[in-house]
């Protein structure tokens, strides 16, 4: 059953250059029934989100900067994130942002029991990274389209993809250590679940790959095995350290 989801998005700190990316990535994990984003329009730097509202209906909300230097448009996001929250209309929230302002906001909503999804650019702080249930790097979402293949140069895509680091590859191993079986086999969906568990800024797109398994299946240090279900329907995949020895339990 789909999440029924709150998109609460920061207009400060976010480009619109992704938002059709960013609703598409969204719709993969529930229903954005409300749609929201803050901002004080009446400053030229949001122009750019003007063009995309009506497209995505993505309702603004207008909030001015009283003071200089105190953010109203956290302020605004986190009063309203807490009436739709006790409204029960929802059962999940995707935060938009790059901002730490928004990490006691997202603890307190997976208290509550909804499901916390974050959006943000790489400068994203950590805390708030790991306050989320899952997290998605804004850049990852670049279109594939002609257009922004044109518009951007190959070094730049190169920098948006990160290299497998030895660090990685102990948090992969440790993880498929933590799930496996005697024979140290572990069902690769129990992996990717552990994966974001433990890390929630895991996602295979930021080493290059759509899916988890073809990130697995490029690193030498693990194999991967293809089985049928008890039914003969569907190959499940499993995977292992290479490097370990596996002796079967008698």
Same mark, same amino acid.
């Given at each position: 059953?789909?999440?029924?989801?709150?998109?609460?998005?920061?207009?400060?700190?976010?480009?619109?250059?992704?938002?059709?990316?960013?609703?598409?990535?969204?719709?993969?994990?529930?229903?954005?029934?409300?749609?929201?984003?803050?901002?004080?329009?009446?400053?030229?730097?949001?122009?750019?989100?003007?063009?995309?509202?009506?497209?995505?209906?993505?309702?603004?909300?207008?909030?001015?900067?009283?003071?200089?230097?105190?953010?109203?448009?956290?302020?605004?996001?986190?009063?309203?994130?807490?009436?739709?929250?006790?409204?029960?209309?929802?059962?999940?929230?995707?935060?938009?942002?790059?901002?730490?302002?928004?990490?006691?906001?997202?603890?307190?909503?997976?208290?509550?029991?909804?499901?916390?999804?974050?959006?943000?650019?790489?400068?994203?702080?950590?805390?708030?990274?790991?306050?989320?249930?899952?997290?998605?790097?804004?850049?990852?979402?670049?279109?594939?389209?002609?257009?922004?293949?044109?518009?951007?140069?190959?070094?730049?895509?190169?920098?948006?993809?990160? =290299?497998? !680091? #030895?660090?990685?590859?102990?948090?992969?191993?440790?993880? @498929? /250590?933590?799930?496996? %079986?005697?024979? +140290?086999?572990?069902?690769?969906?129990?992996?990717?679940?552990?994966?974001?568990?433990?890390?929630?800024?895991?996602?295979?797109?930021?080493?290059?790959?759509? =899916?988890? !398994? #073809?990130?697995?299946?490029?690193?030498?240090?693990?194999? @991967? /095995?293809?089985?049928? %279900?008890?039914? +003969?329907?569907?190959?499940?995949?499993?995977?292992?350290?290479?490097?370990?020895?596996?002796?079967?339990?008698?």
């Amino acid at each position: 059953m789909d999440l029924n989801l709150a998109v609460l998005i920061d207009g400060d700190n976010i480009p619109s250059a992704y938002v059709k990316e960013m609703m598409e990535e969204i719709a993969k994990y529930g229903n954005p029934t409300i749609k929201r984003i803050y901002g004080d329009w009446t400053n030229p730097r949001l122009g750019k989100w003007k063009n995309v509202l009506l497209e995505n209906a993505i309702t603004p909300i207008q909030q001015y900067g009283y003071t200089q230097g105190k953010n109203a448009t956290d302020s605004a996001m986190i009063i309203d994130a807490m009436d739709i929250l006790y409204s029960g209309k929802v059962n999940g929230f995707c935060i938009v942002s790059s901002d730490s302002d928004f990490t006691r906001l997202a603890t307190r909503l997976r208290e509550a029991g909804m499901q916390v999804f974050g959006i943000g650019e790489r400068k994203t702080p950590n805390p708030f990274i790991v306050a989320c249930d899952k997290f998605i790097y804004i850049e990852i979402l670049k279109s594939q389209s002609e257009e922004a293949i044109n518009n951007t140069s190959q070094n730049d895509d190169k920098n948006q993809v990160d =290299k497998i !680091t #030895p660090k990685d590859l102990r948090f992969i191993a440790t993880t @498929i /250590e933590d799930v496996a %079986d005697d024979d +140290g086999w572990a069902f690769l969906g129990d992996v990717g679940s552990l994966l974001q568990k433990k890390q929630p800024n895991f996602d295979s797109r930021n080493y290059g790959f759509q =899916k988890l !398994t #073809p990130l697995i299946n490029s690193i030498p240090h693990f194999e @991967i /095995e293809r089985r049928e %279900d008890s039914k +003969g329907r569907n190959k499940l995949i499993y995977v292992r350290i290479k490097e370990k020895k596996h002796k079967k339990s008698k």
